[in-house]
C-alpha cells in the first residue's frame, strides 16, 4: 500500500550535470563551482553552494531538484497543515529525518522530504504506512520550508500562554517589593519567559509574510498586531504586567536605551528565521498608557520582482522601459507611505544594472541587496541626510542615482543639478498622484523651467490586494455596476486590455481558504499611472496650468489614471473592485 520511493532519476546523471544539460549554469558560475567542489572534496553541497553564493534561492533550487527526481515540489509555508495530518508521524522522527506530513485525506499521507537519496527516511516512512494502513505519497520540499512547519507544532497561542505562566512564576518568587519594582532591569528582562515571547511574535510575524509588527499598550491590556498584504490583523491579546518586559527586550535588541521612555527612539536590529535573512527597523514612540513599538520587516533574502511582477502594463510599461534608458534626467514615483515606491525602484536598478554603469543610492533603509549596486544608508544622527549624501555621491563618477526619497528644498535643488549634469535620477516624493508631483516640486521653490528640463517622467502607485489563486470564483456583476465601470474606462487605450475582451465586465473574489488564512487574498499588486514629459505637458507646466488641464491633454496622450489601472486588474481577474476603492478613493 505505501509508496515512499521516488521515481527513478536519469541513469548516470548527476545533479550538477543535470543542471549544466538545462543550461541552468552559466560558464562563469560553472567554474566557481567546479573550484569549490575541488576544494570541498566529499563534502560539497551543490544546492548549499548555490544557495550562498546566490545562484538561485532555495526554492528555486529544490524545483529543480524535484524535477531531477521525478517528485511534485510543495511550498509548505504556503499551507495550513491540519495537526491530524502532523500527528501521523512521531515528533521525534519528524525531527530526525527532517521531514513534515502535511495532508491525511482517505488514508493517503502526503509527506514533504528534503533529501530523497536518505533510504532510512524513506525505509521509515514505509514502516509507518504499513503500520498505519496509509498510503504515503512523496513529495520534495526545500529545508527553510520543513523548518517552518517543524517550528509550528505549537502554535503562537501556546507558547504564549506557556512563557507567560513562567513569568507569572518567576514573578511570584519576588517576595521583596523593591525585587518587584526591578521587574524591568536589564538582568531580568532577560529571562526565558519574555525572551520566548518576543521571539515567537517576531518569528510567527515573518512566517507569515507581514511587513509590519505593532504592539500597542492600552489602559488593561497590550494588543499585538500584523500589517499582512496592507491590512492590520490582531494576533495576540498580552497582560498588561508584561509591556514594560517586552518594551525592554525589543530595546536591547535594538541597541537603545533602556531607561529612556519619554522620547521617541529609532533603531534596527537582525535576525535569521527559517532560511530567511531578516532586517526589522524599529520605531519606539511613548503614548499614554505605555511605549508603543512598530517594527518594519525587511527581508534581505527576498528576490527583486519584476515590473510585470508588480503589474506595470501596457502603454505604462512602454513609458517605462523607454525613459529608463536615458542617459540624464529624473524619473520619480510617487504615492504615500507604504505605497511600494521603493520595490518599483529596486525593479528598474535590477533591470539597468550593467557592468558598463556605476550605481549609486543613497536609501532610509536598504531594503534589499542589489549585487553590483553601491547602496549607501542614510543617518540623520551623524548629519547624513538625503542632501548631504547626494553631494558626496556626485564625487563618486555616478552613471545612475537613487535617492531614497526628496524630502526638502536642498534635496530637490540638488537631484535637479545631478540630472541636468548628465546623471540619471531615481527618487520618490509623498503625493497623491502623478500630477501632484509638479506642485509639490515648485512648492519647494524649483522653477518650472528647471522642472520641464530635467524631469523626463513621474510614475505614481498604490498597493491592493491579490485574489488567493487558489480560492478565485467568478462573481455575478450588477447590471448598474458593470454599465459604471463601462463609463470609467471610456478612452483607455486598446494596450491595456491585452489578453481580455474589452467590453466584457467581469469580477472575480476568493471565497477564502487555507492557503489564504480565509481572507480570500494573497499576496499584492501595484496599480499604476505614469505622465511622461512630452512637450505639450511640459509647455502646460511652464504656464503653470491647472491640475485639470495638464490631466486632460495627458489622457489624450493615452495616460489612464490609477482607478482606471486598478479596474482593468479587477476584469482581469487579479484583484476586486473594493480593493481598487479602498485606495483611490479621494
Same mark, same amino acid.
Given at each position: 500500500?505505501?509508496?515512499?520511493?521516488?521515481?527513478?532519476?536519469?541513469?548516470?546523471?548527476?545533479?550538477?550535470?543535470?543542471?549544466?544539460?538545462?543550461?541552468?549554469?552559466?560558464?562563469? $558560475?560553472?567554474?566557481?563551482?567546479?573550484?569549490?567542489?575541488?576544494?570541498?572534496?566529499?563534502?560539497?553541497?551543490?544546492?548549499?553552494?548555490?544557495?550562498?553564493?546566490?545562484?538561485?534561492?532555495?526554492?528555486?533550487?529544490?524545483?529543480?531538484?524535484?524535477?531531477?527526481?521525478?517528485?511534485?515540489?510543495?511550498?509548505?509555508?504556503?499551507?495550513?497543515?491540519?495537526?491530524?495530518?502532523?500527528?501521523?508521524?512521531?515528533?521525534?522522527?519528524?525531527?530526525?529525518?527532517?521531514?513534515?506530513?502535511?495532508?491525511?485525506?482517505?488514508?493517503?499521507?502526503?509527506?514533504?522530504?528534503?533529501?530523497?537519496?536518505? *533510504?532510512?527516511?524513506?525505509?521509515?516512512?514505509?514502516?509507518?504506512?504499513?503500520?498505519?494502513?496509509?498510503?504515503?505519497?512523496?513529495?520534495?520540499?526545500?529545508?527553510?520550508?520543513?523548518?517552518?512547519?517543524?517550528?509550528?507544532?505549537?502554535?503562537?497561542?501556546?507558547?504564549?500562554?506557556?512563557?507567560?505562566?513562567?513569568?507569572?512564576?518567576?514573578?511570584?518568587?519576588?517576595?521583596?517589593?523593591?525585587?518587584?519594582?526591578?521587574?524591568?532591569?536589564?538582568?531580568?528582562?532577560?529571562?526565558?519567559?519574555?525572551?520566548?515571547?518576543?521571539?515567537?511574535?517576531?518569528?510567527?510575524?515573518?512566517?507569515?509574510?507581514?511587513?509590519?509588527?505593532?504592539?500597542?499598550?492600552?489602559?488593561?491590556?497590550?494588543?499585538?498586531?500584523?500589517?499582512?498584504?496592507?491590512?492590520?490583523?490582531?494576533?495576540?491579546?498580552?497582560?498588561?504586567? $508584561?509591556?514594560?518586559?517586552?518594551?525592554?527586550?525589543?530595546?536591547?535588541?535594538?541597541?537603545?536605551?533602556?531607561?529612556?521612555?519619554?522620547?521617541?527612539?529609532?533603531?534596527?536590529?537582525?535576525?535569521?528565521?527559517?532560511?530567511?535573512?531578516?532586517?526589522?527597523?524599529?520605531?519606539?514612540?511613548?503614548?499614554?498608557?505605555?511605549?508603543?513599538?512598530?517594527?518594519?520587516?525587511?527581508?534581505?533574502?527576498?528576490?527583486?520582482?519584476?515590473?510585470?511582477? *508588480?503589474?506595470?502594463?501596457?502603454?505604462? *510599461?512602454?513609458?517605462?522601459?523607454?525613459?529608463?534608458?536615458?542617459?540624464?534626467?529624473?524619473?520619480?514615483?510617487?504615492?504615500?507611505?507604504?505605497?511600494?515606491?521603493?520595490?518599483?525602484?529596486?525593479?528598474?536598478?535590477?533591470?539597468?544594472?550593467?557592468?558598463?554603469?556605476?550605481?549609486?543610492?543613497?536609501?532610509?533603509?536598504?531594503?534589499?541587496?542589489?549585487?553590483? $549596486?553601491?547602496?549607501?544608508?542614510?543617518?540623520?544622527?551623524?548629519?547624513?541626510?538625503?542632501?548631504?549624501?547626494?553631494?558626496?555621491?556626485?564625487?563618486?563618477?555616478?552613471?545612475?542615482?537613487?535617492?531614497?526619497?526628496?524630502?526638502?528644498?536642498?534635496?530637490?535643488?540638488?537631484?535637479?543639478?545631478?540630472?541636468?549634469?548628465?546623471? *540619471?535620477?531615481?527618487?520618490?516624493?509623498?503625493?497623491?498622484?502623478?500630477?501632484?508631483?509638479?506642485?509639490?516640486?515648485?512648492?519647494?521653490?524649483?522653477?518650472?523651467?528647471?522642472?520641464?528640463?530635467?524631469?523626463?517622467?513621474?510614475?505614481?502607485?498604490?498597493?491592493?490586494?491579490?485574489?488567493?489563486?487558489?480560492?478565485?470564483?467568478?462573481?455575478?456583476?450588477?447590471?448598474?455596476?458593470?454599465?459604471?465601470?463601462?463609463?470609467?474606462?471610456?478612452?483607455?487605450?486598446?494596450?491595456?486590455?491585452?489578453?481580455?475582451?474589452?467590453?466584457?465586465?467581469?469580477?472575480?473574489?476568493?471565497?477564502?481558504?487555507?492557503?489564504?488564512?480565509?481572507?480570500?487574498?494573497?499576496?499584492?499588486?501595484?496599480?499604476?499611472?505614469?505622465?511622461?514629459?512630452?512637450?505639450?505637458?511640459?509647455?502646460?507646466?511652464?504656464?503653470?496650468?491647472?491640475?485639470?488641464?495638464?490631466?486632460?491633454?495627458?489622457?489624450?496622450?493615452?495616460?489612464?489614471?490609477?482607478?482606471?489601472?486598478?479596474?482593468?486588474?479587477?476584469?482581469?481577474?487579479?484583484?476586486?473592485?473594493?480593493?481598487?476603492?479602498?485606495?483611490?478613493?479621494?
Amino acid at each position: 500500500m505505501p509508496q515512499a520511493k521516488p521515481a527513478a532519476k536519469p541513469a548516470n546523471l548527476t545533479f550538477d550535470n543535470y543542471l549544466k544539460q538545462r543550461g541552468l549554469l552559466e560558464q562563469p $558560475v560553472l567554474e566557481r563551482m567546479l573550484a569549490a567542489q575541488k576544494a570541498a572534496g566529499s563534502s560539497f553541497n551543490i544546492q548549499d553552494w548555490m544557495v550562498s553564493q546566490k545562484v538561485m534561492d532555495e526554492e528555486s533550487v529544490t524545483k529543480i531538484r524535484a524535477e531531477y527526481f521525478g517528485l511534485p515540489y510543495i511550498d509548505l509555508r504556503k499551507l495550513h497543515i491540519p495537526s491530524e495530518a502532523l500527528k501521523t508521524i512521531p515528533k521525534e522522527a519528524v525531527l530526525f529525518y527532517n521531514l513534515a506530513p502535511f495532508e491525511l485525506k482517505n488514508h493517503v499521507l502526503k509527506v514533504a522530504l528534503t533529501d530523497p537519496t536518505n *533510504l532510512q527516511a524513506l525505509q521509515a516512512l514505509e514502516f509507518m504506512g504499513q503500520k498505519q494502513g496509509m498510503q504515503v505519497q512523496l513529495y520534495l520540499a526545500s529545508k527553510m520550508s520543513v523548518d517552518v512547519i517543524i517550528g509550528r507544532r505549537k502554535n503562537l497561542t501556546s507558547v504564549v500562554g506557556e512563557a507567560l505562566q513562567d513569568f507569572q512564576v518567576q514573578r511570584d518568587k519576588e517576595v521583596k517589593p523593591q525585587k518587584a519594582a526591578a521587574a524591568a532591569a536589564p538582568e531580568n528582562i532577560e529571562g526565558a519567559p519574555i525572551i520566548r515571547i518576543v521571539d515567537v511574535i517576531l518569528t510567527n510575524a515573518i512566517e507569515a509574510s507581514a511587513s509590519d509588527i505593532h504592539i500597542e499598550p492600552s489602559d488593561t491590556d497590550v494588543r499585538v498586531r500584523y500589517r499582512i498584504d496592507g491590512i492590520l490583523h490582531t494576533s495576540l491579546m498580552l497582560p498588561k504586567h $508584561v509591556h514594560p518586559a517586552i518594551i525592554s527586550r525589543i530595546k536591547i535588541l535594538s541597541n537603545l536605551k533602556i531607561d529612556e521612555s519619554r522620547l521617541p527612539q529609532d533603531g534596527r536590529f537582525h535576525m535569521d528565521v527559517g532560511g530567511k535573512s531578516v532586517d526589522l527597523r524599529v520605531s519606539i514612540l511613548p503614548l499614554i498608557y505605555g511605549e508603543k513599538v512598530v517594527m518594519r520587516i525587511l527581508d534581505k533574502s527576498g528576490k527583486v520582482p519584476t515590473l510585470e511582477d *508588480l503589474g506595470v502594463r501596457g502603454q505604462n *510599461l512602454a513609458w517605462v522601459m523607454e525613459n529608463i534608458k536615458k542617459t540624464h534626467g529624473i524619473f520619480l514615483i510617487t504615492g504615500p507611505t507604504g505605497s511600494g515606491k521603493s520595490t518599483t525602484l529596486y525593479s528598474i536598478l535590477s533591470m539597468i544594472n550593467t557592468m558598463s554603469v556605476n550605481i549609486v543610492t543613497l536609501e532610509d533603509p536598504v531594503e534589499y541587496f542589489i549585487e553590483g $549596486v553601491n547602496q549607501s544608508q542614510i543617518n540623520p544622527d551623524i548629519g547624513l541626510t538625503f542632501a548631504a549624501g547626494l553631494r558626496s555621491i556626485l564625487r563618486q563618477d555616478p552613471n545612475i542615482i537613487m535617492v531614497g526619497e526628496v524630502r526638502d528644498k536642498e534635496t530637490a535643488e540638488l537631484a535637479v543639478h545631478a540630472a541636468l549634469t548628465g546623471h *540619471l535620477v531615481f527618487s520618490t516624493l509623498h503625493t497623491n498622484n502623478a500630477i501632484g508631483a509638479m506642485p509639490r516640486l515648485m512648492d519647494m521653490e524649483i522653477e518650472p523651467f528647471l522642472l520641464t528640463a530635467s524631469v523626463n517622467v513621474v510614475a505614481a502607485q498604490r498597493l491592493v490586494r491579490k485574489i488567493c489563486e487558489n480560492c478565485r470564483k467568478p462573481q455575478p456583476v450588477p447590471d448598474a455596476i458593470a454599465k459604471q465601470l463601462k463609463g470609467e474606462l471610456v478612452g483607455v487605450p486598446d494596450i491595456y486590455y491585452e489578453g481580455i475582451e474589452k467590453d466584457k465586465i467581469q469580477m472575480f473574489k476568493g471565497e477564502g481558504c487555507e492557503k489564504c488564512d480565509k481572507t480570500g487574498y494573497k499576496g499584492r499588486l501595484g496599480i499604476f499611472e505614469v505622465l511622461p514629459m512630452t512637450p505639450e505637458i511640459q509647455d502646460l507646466i511652464l504656464n503653470r496650468a491647472q491640475s485639470g488641464q495638464i490631466l486632460e491633454v495627458a489622457g489624450k496622450l493615452g495616460m489612464i489614471a490609477m482607478r482606471q489601472d486598478g479596474i482593468i486588474k479587477v476584469i482581469r481577474g487579479e484583484t476586486t473592485l473594493e480593493e481598487v476603492v479602498r485606495v483611490t478613493k479621494e
